[in-house]
């Protein structure tokens, strides 16, 4: 059974995601956080490769992945309320390079890439992971300065506009918090249709013969991603 690291918030997604044959791990409320942000998982942990990077705070967590046979590294740095000490491993991983502010970035992370030969590129966007969807080996983002980024290092992308994606407590959440690929497939937890860029999602992901799943008929929600095992 494949397992999804994630915030249970949305009642039907998880119902749904179980129903799919999907084993869900709760990620943990960090009380340090903001409200909106305490359980979002890529708040909480960075995966590369097979290696898992996790706040250090989060015990449980900690000792789950370490379970089921996984090799994981805890953060050096304490977790902040306060920008950019929330962000310590908002990065993405792909092609393998990893994306982030590095300012931000834990050193934990930054000695894992260096011992492993893996390149860190700067973008200014703290909240790097949850402003990308991974689509294969391609990504969708809202972010201009992110895209740009990563398109000018060899990966297609496809730019949509910022907004159209719910989040209690803010004005708009990211595409990355709302979706995941997994072998065929990108799910999302609500109704792409509702996002006025569903034409082109479609077609971007129709392109890299990616199936899109919609997990209800909501709209987009906003749930903090989700790190598969």
Do not use: W
């Not at 997994?182 to 129709?206: A, L, W």
């Amino acid at each position: 059974m494949n397992s999804l690291i994630m915030s249970t918030e949305l009642a039907q997604v998880n119902e749904n995601l179980r129903r799919l044959g999907f084993r869900i791990i709760e990620s943990e409320n960090m009380k340090t956080l903001l409200p909106f942000e305490r359980r979002h998982a890529d708040m909480q942990c960075l995966r590369i490769n097979d290696t898992f990077f996790v706040l250090k705070e989060c015990k449980t967590l900690i000792e789950t992945i370490q379970k089921m046979g996984y090799n994981v590294i805890e953060t050096e740095k304490d977790i902040s309320v306060k920008y950019p000490g929330n962000v310590l491993l908002n990065a993405v991983y792909l092609q393998n390079k990893l994306y982030c502010n590095t300012k931000a970035l834990d050193n934990s992370v930054k000695k894992y890439c260096i011992k492993n030969e893996i390149e860190i590129i700067n973008v200014n966007q703290g909240y790097t992971k949850c402003s990308t969807a991974i689509i294969r080996d391609s990504f969708i983002t809202s972010d201009r300065a992110i895209f740009d980024t990563i398109s000018q290092n060899g990966v297609e992308g496809l730019l949509i506009e910022s907004g159209c994606i719910e989040l209690k407590g803010v004005n708009y959440g990211f595409i990355g918090g709302c979706c995941f690929s997994y072998n065929e497939n990108v799910y999302f937890t609500g109704d792409i249709d509702n996002h006025p860029n569903c034409k082109g999602i479609k077609q971007f992901c129709d392109s890299k013969n990616i199936n899109i799943v919609c997990l209800t008929e909501n709209n987009l929600y906003d749930i903090g991603g989700f790190i598969v095992i």
